[in-house]
């Protein structure tokens, strides 16, 4: 079975992306472009094999959806990327104290991500 | 005084003028309206496929692009050049470099140099944004010639060099950035001057030694900026002309060079010639908190302590807290206040800090 990744960027030209090359890799993608639709499906569907996930959304921002999945029970162990444009030094801590498993800046690698995301998802 | 009669024939001439020239306006404006939907809709029907396109061949080893272009019609070439800076702008690696080549496919580098020939100013930008994200080499004599206007060009020259990594790109943009000592720099270019000088800032601060009393107080300003946020410079850069700069008479000067002078604390022979007692009662609080910043920088005991002195008798109670926060946890912790004492102030910013201080989970 194809690992299921879901995705959540407000930009539509990077969410089509990621999409496009993640999915070509063969895993199957779940696509919201905010934050409170993708932690609503996170919380009514079974947890994912990994997110990726944009910090400056709409609603609630990434790091505001990944405190929520480190906090659940279910989802708590789920890898999560954050893929952003904040790229100062404590923009990253923040994101890692928060419980992010990678930390990646735009503009971006599409095959380094892909790499990436095979790596946690195994 | 007689005004003469206006005849009723001439008056209903000029009505009807009116009246058709607003006919005609409005149905220029109409046409205008009609065709700009029509192509808003033909565009956004084939930007579907125009994107999986691109997405498909630009992950993919071999593109060909040229076959793809080919089959493109005028519409959908319309669609890509906007896809394409998009997509430019949003990634790197092996997937960006195969989208320079559908810029070049596309001939988007020979129209961006023609228009830096003869185009606007406003085109003339649109070019060098487009060679600047295709990488594409431009003759700087030709750079020289055209970003001269405004700020917006030379900044937009500058950044040309410096992403196509021409081997002069740090002189020649720096000229084109702060040559003109009547400009002020725009975000982009504060960012190209950083970019530039990020590794090593002496270039800049030779420049800067001579031509900065020519210069406007914003650029001063921001040129520190840019040094203060640079690596270090090499052991015998100037610095003595920021260290007379906390002397200008302007306090937004000062204040910029104490932040220059903060990652500097480890050459001692520049330490010698910053009268630090003396900047802690710069008569502007911006000033003084940027010297605090400066020694709470510096972090070596003489320094915190200067800075604790200056915490314990500062007057205004935001410099305060900022001096506080700066000692708090370091080698030298702010004295405690004691009961009883006559400064309530500073009883009062000391709890501040460490209450904030305990709560912070990174503290």
């Not at chain 2, 020979?110 to 070019?127: C, I, N, P, V």
Request: aromatic share 4%; net charge negative; charged share 30%.
């Amino acid at each position: 079975m194809s690992p299921e990744i879901v995705i959540a960027d407000d930009d539509d030209t990077i969410r089509e992306l990621v999409e496009f090359k993640l999915r070509t890799a063969g895993h199957d993608i779940t696509a919201f472009e905010n934050g409170q639709d993708c932690w609503h499906h996170l919380q009514d569907a079974n947890p994912p094999d990994g997110i990726v996930l944009d910090v400056m959304m709409p609603g609630m921002t990434g790091l505001q959806v990944l405190e929520r999945i480190r906090d659940d029970d279910d989802l708590g162990d789920v890898p999560v990327i954050i893929l952003t444009s904040r790229g100062r030094e404590e923009h990253v801590i923040e994101g890692l104290e928060t419980g992010a498993t990678e930390y990646m800046t735009k503009p971006f690698s599409p095959n380094e991500l892909l790499a990436r995301v095979n790596r946690q998802v195994g | 005084m007689v005004v003469p009669p206006v005849s009723t024939e001439l008056v209903l001439w000029a009505s009807v003028v009116v009246l058709t020239l607003m006919v005609v306006a409005g149905f220029i404006t109409l046409a205008e309206s009609i065709v700009r939907l029509i192509n808003d809709r033909r565009q956004e029907a084939v930007q579907s496929d125009v994107r999986f396109g691109m997405l498909e061949r630009m992950t993919s080893v071999d593109p060909d692009w040229e076959t793809w272009v080919d089959g493109l019609s005028a519409v959908e070439r319309t669609v890509t050049r906007t896809q394409l800076e998009s997509y430019l702008r949003s990634t790197r690696g092996a997937e960006r470099e195969r989208l320079q080549e559908l810029g070049r496919t596309l001939g988007i580098p020979a129209e961006a140099k023609q228009t830096l020939r003869d185009g606007k100013r406003h085109k003339q930008l649109q070019a060098l944004t487009w060679l600047t994200l295709l990488e594409e080499p431009v003759d700087e004599e030709r750079l020289r010639s055209v970003c001269t206007a405004d700020s917006g060009l030379r900044a937009a020259g500058a950044r040309l060099l410096y992403e196509t990594d021409h081997p002069d790109a740090r002189p020649i943009g720096t000229d084109l950035l702060v040559g003109d000592s009547d400009t002020t720099l725009s975000v982009y270019g504060l960012d190209t001057l950083y970019l530039l000088h990020r590794d090593d800032p002496t270039p800049l601060l030779e420049r800067a030694k001579t031509a900065h009393t020519e210069w406007r107080p914003s650029l001063v300003i921001q040129v520190l900026t840019v040094i203060r946020h640079c690596g270090i410079a090499g052991r015998d850069a100037p610095l003595a002309w920021i260290v007379e700069l906390t002397d200008h008479d302007l306090p937004t000067i000062r204040a910029a060079a104490a932040l220059a002078l903060a990652p500097e604390g480890w050459r001692s022979s520049l330490r010698e010639t910053v009268d630090a007692e003396a900047l802690c009662v710069d008569p502007d609080a911006e000033t003084r908190r940027a010297v605090y910043t400066m020694l709470a920088e510096w972090g070596d005991r003489p320094a915190l302590e200067t800075l604790s002195e200056a915490a314990r008798s500062e007057t205004d109670q935001r410099s305060q807290v900022h001096a506080l926060e700066r000692l708090y946890g370091t080698a030298v912790s702010p004295p405690r206040p004691t009961d009883g004492t006559d400064d309530e102030d500073y009883d009062r910013a000391w709890r501040w800090v460490r209450a904030n201080k305990e709560v912070a989970p990174s503290s």
